[in-house]
């Protein structure tokens, strides 16, 4: 059974930091591309950041520059660090692994003053 499970998320002051986690079980990581995606309310769902199982990253423009997707392979993780983060970055925020079309329940994070 394919398993994504968020974690990180939370109320943080614009310009601070957060690190999103995902911990994978039930697929072979390593070789899996792995997303993070955000939907902020009333809006769809778009893409943040995405990285294949080599390590090449893309991102949106939005957020290019800021945040920052990796992968730790031996503990079936993917990071998302998100740095001089703005009040439009508040939305809900959802791990993807496209190979087995999996998202994960999301972790909320919040960015106000």
């Known amino acids: 059974q394919v398993q994504l499970v968020e974690s990180g998320g939370g109320l943080v002051q614009p310009g601070g930091s957060l690190r999103l986690s995902c911990a994978a079980s039930g697929i072979t990581f390593s070789s899996a591309g792995m997303g993070w995606y955000r939907q902020a309310h009333g809006k769809e769902r778009e893409m943040v950041a995405v990285i294949t199982g080599g390590g090449s990253a893309n991102y949106a423009l939005s957020v290019k520059g800021r945040f920052t997707i990796s992968r730790d392979n031996a503990k079936n993780t993917v990071y998302l660090q998100m740095n001089s983060l703005q009040p439009e970055d508040t939305a809900v925020y959802y791990c993807?692994?496209?190979?087995?079309?999996?998202w994960g329940q999301g972790t909320q994070v919040t960015v106000s003053s």
């Open positions: 993807y692994v496209g190979r087995y079309g999996v």
